[in-house]
């Protein structure tokens, strides 16, 4: 029989279409599943048990009645809490939001009602996405499943961590700066952005919004590219969103899976190895070097140079962004509202509110982006930084002259352990240093896993990066790597992950105490 | 944009770059976040250091070189002029902290002074 916790969406997919099982036996599995190791992992903050299984049923029925809605009706999934859900909690990991329900749907969630996903509920992040290991939320971290001592990335650590833990075969995140490429990477699972404006952000809760893009989540490349063709296209509610189709990226994935990559020009940046890059990460991409070799591809070296500025202007932009967007959080038409003592205004209520509402890292980010954008400073800064990006897209131009699609290690290490980097921003910011240029230029990126770094076994993510709208080439050059891949170790990945075993009672021990329930169910909100 | 008093203009690379409490404290105030003392010891020596590294973008882009602002260049977005459904008063209402008939309900607007 086949194990649909660890199946792909693809194969639950061809299970649903040769009546083997329902979606309502799946969306139950998975439920069950977050139920026997959510306690440990900490993936969700909300789960929609009985909302799941209503959509789960229609499926079934819609099915039954030879009227699927999508290729992937009836597969479960899992969204990021920066979208907002129509009557589900949308929190975005912070304070601000606690209990707020939104009273429409972001157009990704409605692509995926109108596709028939159930939805099993919304997933833990770094607050308002702001980190690179999930420790930012204000609802306590999220555990990586290959370690629980470990990050598992972020912002998108719940997403990336629920697909890995078997919680949801199929999960949605969003990437400002790599956070859903950089949990993919440390979590062993896949990851895209796509091209900027190619995935509508009606209803994603904005922290930089020229940057930020919601995209798919999976444990192998072809899911995530069924999930694209869902989620993906125009949207007339998002003035970026590009008016061009989704394209045929799940076909350019099922090409890619032959194996074949012969005339195809890999670029592997410089700029983005070396120093800084930890040991066995960088063996485990040249590992998938020589097999993309091996497949055909002919490589070449790139440079980049501007990519060395690319942090610093990301540290400029994106707060700049973040503490204009972040305005709209003033207590008076929604979220949290504190009142101090006496006959305090209104500028007073909203004060306290964002003081008691945000996080210290949310804080951070509004206070040095209200420095760049002041007068005196805006040029120098904010106006430079956007220079900046103009000489990345020029290095990114160039670099595609030569190469098909550009490669580099997903992120420097392997997960670290949960606290380390807390109070320590610009060693948290490094860790996006390989995935923020793509977010400056707007092109689409994935990362998949490479394999395990020799001295921890945890691991390493291998990032290719295509010119903006040949999402395609990201699918068909991953595709082919992780057939190859596979055939090395004789499965995927995961297979290798320690197996999160339910004890008796049904539930994973774990190594910290918990103080509060790790998620809220609808009906019973925190 | 606000100015920010007694602040001098950016140093190239070279120099440190010091926030000091009081600036923190007053990027705060126009942030309108109430920051306690503790938080801002906390921020400040923070700030200055991710500024420290940000700094080195002062120099690096010549003058010529345009602005990007957005990935792709989009100008001019419109919507066919259609009516579409919006959110009824009653949704948007249904997640303020307080509200009255109709309406949004606020806290006094005008300081003592005014």
């Known amino acids: 029989m086949t194990d649909y916790l660890r199946a792909s969406a693809a194969d639950l997919v061809a299970a649903l279409e040769a009546g083997e099982t329902t979606s309502v036996a799946l969306t139950e599995l998975f439920l069950d599943r977050i139920e026997a190791v959510d306690s440990a992992v900490h993936a969700f903050l909300h789960v929609d048990r009985e909302g799941a299984l209503a959509q789960a049923a229609a499926s079934d029925a819609r099915r039954a009645a030879g ?39 972001a157009t990704v969630v409605t692509r995926l009602k109108e596709a028939g996903l159930p939805i099993l509920g919304k997933t833990n992040m770094d607050e308002f996405a702001m980190g690179s290991s999930t420790e930012h939320s204000a609802y306590g ?175 400029l932009i994106m707060p700049s962004e973040a503490s204009s967007n972040l305005a709209k959080f003033d207590a008076m038409r929604y979220g949290l509202r504190v009142v101090p003592d006496g006959d305090p205004s209104a500028e007073d209520v909203m004060r306290a509110s964002r003081d008691a509402g945000f996080g210290d890292e949310v804080k951070r980010r509004i206070i040095l982006g209200t420095y760049a954008l002041s007068s005196g400073y805006y040029d120098a800064y904010y106006g430079q930084a956007q220079k900046v990006r103009t000489l990345i897209s020029r290095d990114f131009e160039a670099a595609f002259e030569k190469a098909d699609v550009l490669v580099s290690p997903t992120a420097p290490t392997t997960a670290f352990k949960l606290g380390e980097k807390l109070d320590d921003p610009l060693a948290m910011y490094l860790n996006d240093l390989a995935t923020i240029p793509a977010n400056l230029a707007g092109v689409p990126g994935i990362s998949l896993p490479s394999g395990l770094a020799s001295e921890d076994g945890l691991p390493a993510g291998f990032q290719v990066l295509a010119p903006a709208l040949a999402d395609d080439r990201l699918y068909r050059v991953g595709a082919a790597l992780e057939t190859l891949l596979e055939k090395k170790w004789g499965g995927p990945l995961l297979a290798q992950a320690p197996s999160l075993d339910t004890g008796p009672g049904g539930r994973v021990g774990r190594s910290a105490p918990v103080s509060r329930p790790p998620y809220s169910t609808t009906g019973e909100m925190a | 944009m606000p100015e920010i008093p007694g602040s001098s203009s950016p140093r190239g690379t070279s120099g440190r770059i010091e926030i000091s409490r009081d600036e923190v404290a007053h990027l705060a105030d126009l ?31 010549a003058d010529e070189i345009p602005p990007t602002s957005h990935a792709l260049p989009l100008t001019n977005v419109f919507r066919d002029d259609v009516v579409t459904p919006g959110l009824t008063a009653e949704q948007a209402l249904a997640m303020a902290p307080a509200s009255e008939g109709q309406r949004f309900s606020v806290p006094r607007i005008l300081g003592e002074e005014a």
């Open chain 1, 67 to 105: 009227a699927p809605a999508s290729v992937l009706d009836g597969v479960p999934i899992a969204v990021k809490d920066v979208l907002a859900t129509e009557g589900l909690p949308t929190t975005c990991g912070s304070k601000i939001l606690e209990g707020w329900i939104p009273p429409y749907d």
């Open chain 1, 141 to 315: 971290p999220t555990r990586n499943p290959w370690d629980l001592d470990r990050i598992p990335g972020g912002s998108g650590g719940g997403s990336a961590a629920a697909v890995a833990a078997f919680e949801a075969p199929l999960a949605i995140g969003t990437d400002t700066g790599g956070s859903i490429r950089q949990p993919g990477a440390v979590t062993g699972t896949v990851g895209v952005k796509p091209t900027y404006g190619g995935v509508s952000r009606y209803g994603l809760v904005a922290m930089a919004n020229s940057l930020d893009q919601a995209g798919p989540v999976s444990r192998t490349v072809l899911d995530s590219a069924l999930l694209h063709e869902v989620i993906g296209g125009h949207d007339p509610r998002d003035s970026t969103s590009i008016k061009e189709p989704v394209g045929a990226l799940a076909e350019a994935a099922r090409q890619g899976a032959s194996g074949d990559l012969s005339g195809l020009r890999v670029g592997v940046i410089k700029e983005l190895g070396g120093e800084g890059y930890q040991a066995g990460v960088e063996a485990s991409f040249r590992e998938s070097l020589d097999l993309l070799v091996s497949a055909g591809a002919e490589l070449v070296e790139v440079s980049c140079p501007s990519f060395v500025h690319a942090l610093a202007a990301y540290y």
């Open chain 2, 31 to 61: 942030a309108r976040i109430d920051l306690s003392d503790a938080e801002l010891e906390h921020l400040a020596p923070q700030l200055s250091v991710i500024l420290e590294s940000v700094a080195s973008i002062a120099e690096v882009a």
